[in-house]
């Protein structure tokens, strides 16, 4: 995540090493990044855990009633749309 940054991108999964190239990456911006670490599961501390895959699940895929996969990947599909529609209008008021 950069730092001071207040839009933070974690990295969840991964694994950083000493001598991994992603460690040398992040050394070359001399403290501008900083790496936060998540426990493997932490939907607490996850933001997109918390609020879009709980949200998704919570609103299309727990007891849909699609027919097959394709119309469930569809519905999934439309409400992400519908979501990323949401999100950049009030990032709009947000900068008016």
């Given at each position: 995540?950069?730092?001071?940054?207040?839009?933070?991108?974690?990295?969840?999964?991964?694994?950083?090493?000493?001598?991994?190239?992603?460690?040398?990456?992040?050394?070359?911006?001399?403290?501008?990044i900083?790496?936060?670490?998540?426990?493997?599961?932490?939907?607490?501390?996850?933001?997109?855990?918390?609020?879009?895959?709980?949200?998704?699940?919570?609103?299309?895929?727990?007891?849909?009633?699609?027919?097959?996969?394709?119309?469930?990947?569809?519905?999934?599909?439309?409400?992400?749309?519908?979501?990323?529609?949401s999100?950049?209008?009030?990032?709009?008021?947000?900068?008016?």
């Amino acid at each position: 995540m950069l730092a001071n940054s207040e839009n933070p991108c974690l990295a969840e999964g991964y694994i950083f090493s000493d001598a991994s190239p992603n460690t040398s990456a992040v050394e070359k911006f001399n403290g501008r990044i900083v790496l936060h670490f998540l426990p493997p599961y932490c939907p607490d501390d996850n933001k997109i855990e918390r609020c879009v895959w709980r949200e998704l699940h919570a609103n299309v895929t727990r007891n849909h009633k699609c027919q097959d996969m394709d119309e469930l990947i569809h519905e999934v599909r439309r409400y992400l749309a519908r979501l990323n529609r949401s999100v950049a209008a009030k990032r709009r008021l947000k900068a008016a």
